[in-house]
């Protein structure tokens, strides 16, 4: 399963940042990446960044590069989404999900619940 730990509230100030945690139980050989979603309301599921558990190679999504970077902790089955700059436009429903990695969202099989981040003053 994969489980969404968010450290902190739900709302951050403008410039802020915030990390998200995703904690990857029960592994499959299917499930070697660890990738982060969101989604605003009445648009589509966007992809931020993913990264593979084995060799650490990452994916970013224009929007987010540069403010936000992943990693993972292989010991503690954990991805991490660090989130700096934050502005208002990424105010959305944020998703982890594992799969096989890269940019695709079909190629994400495990979910995460999604959990509300608000940038707002």
């Known amino acids: 399963q994969v489980q969404l730990v968010k450290s902190g509230g739900d709302l951050v100030q403008p410039g802020g940042s915030l990390r998200l945690s995703c904690v990857v139980s029960?592994?499959?050989?299917?499930?070697?990446?660890a990738g982060w979603f969101r989604q605003a309301p009445g648009q589509e599921r966007e992809f931020l960044a993913a990264?593979?558990?084995?060799?650490?190679?990452?994916w970013y999504g224009d929007s987010v590069k540069g403010r936000f970077t992943i990693s993972r902790e292989n010991s503690k089955n954990t991805g991490y989404l660090q989130m700096n700059r934050l502005k208002p436009e990424d105010t959305a429903v944020y998703y982890c999900?594992?799969?096989?990695?890269?940019?695709?969202?079909?190629?994400?099989?495990?979910w995460g619940q999604g959990t509300q981040v608000t940038v707002s003053s």
């Open positions: 999900a594992a799969g096989s990695g890269g940019l695709t969202i079909w190629n994400y099989r495990l």
């Open positions: 990264v593979r558990w084995s060799s650490g190679i990452t």
């Open positions: 029960g592994f499959s050989l299917d499930y070697y990446a």
